[in-house]
DNA sequence: TTGTAATTATTGCACTTGCAACCAGACAGT
DNA sequence: ACTGTCTGGTTGCAAGTGCAATAATTACAA
């Protein structure tokens, strides 16, 4: 039963603010350059660094950290405009395979550009070098943690 | 125009994921234990530490980072279910107070019991008191950077 | 004062999300 | 092959979310 402190509850709620801060305003600028909301970028990354383009959707879900029934729709929506297709699989003919198409590929990188800068801007200049060894340190604690758990 | 090298590209990866999964863990505890979801306890708390346990609806949206609408919504849910009420504000009309009620109160507690041992577990846990200084320093200037530029 | 603009909260609408039910295909044991 | 179970993906439904429009009130300026 662990203890918790009130500096440690402050810093909690921190996160959770400058989490919501930061992806409040990331989406702002995507949506001020016109282009598709966060997520989309998340599938197309994957898709563009998988072999061949493609994901199995179960795969994606485990990657995008989305449950299977989302991953279906936000495939849907890209399909829909033509980033993705999808591809029936050979060795599993009840899977499916989202596929990256070139536009998938144009947009994915229109969006990085506007992505990057944002990264940047509002994360990662704040940070000096031996701050991200300590926050990866940490944040790679916690993850190990809640997988071995539910092991 | 900020630079971005992949190192940090590749931390702020790890920071959406740790706060995906670290927020799914904590609702999925208040869930198993039979506790209203997440949002909630925000709300909960907010009117506590508030003087005579009211907040504006305008107030209680800034806090919460929530736009107007789900505030109203959020609000709509814990009134039905007894845990604050609505109170018109005398000094300006069309404004309404969320007051907490006894029920209210009572729920906030049960909450932090699940919650404080949440956040000790999955969070703090992982931190020394020197990763908690270098974390606070590094997201405060995030927030102050975000709130400098919109002024 | 009077008219215009800004602010507070709510509502309608379209869209997204999560859960449970579902279907088709795979898989294991007999 | 036959049966029951499991898995991958989709769909219906109920609930939550953001945007734009609305009504009521306040603030302010001519």
Redesign the interface.
Known sequence: ????DS??????K????????????VEQDFKQAGLPPFEWYDMLIALKQAPDQKLRLSDLAEVL?VNRTNVTRLADRLEKTGLIRREVCQFDRRGAYAVLTQAGLEMQQKMWTVY??S?????????TQ???I???R??????A??DEESV
Chains 1, 2 share one sequence.
């Open positions: 039963m662990a203890e918790l500096a440690q509850n402050s810093l909690w921190l996160f959770l603010t400058v989490h919501a801060r930061l992806v409040e305003q950290l990057a800068e990264i940047a801007q509002y994360f990662s200049r704040h940070l031996k701050d991200e300590t926050f990866t940490a944040f790679s604690a916690m993850l943690a809640l």
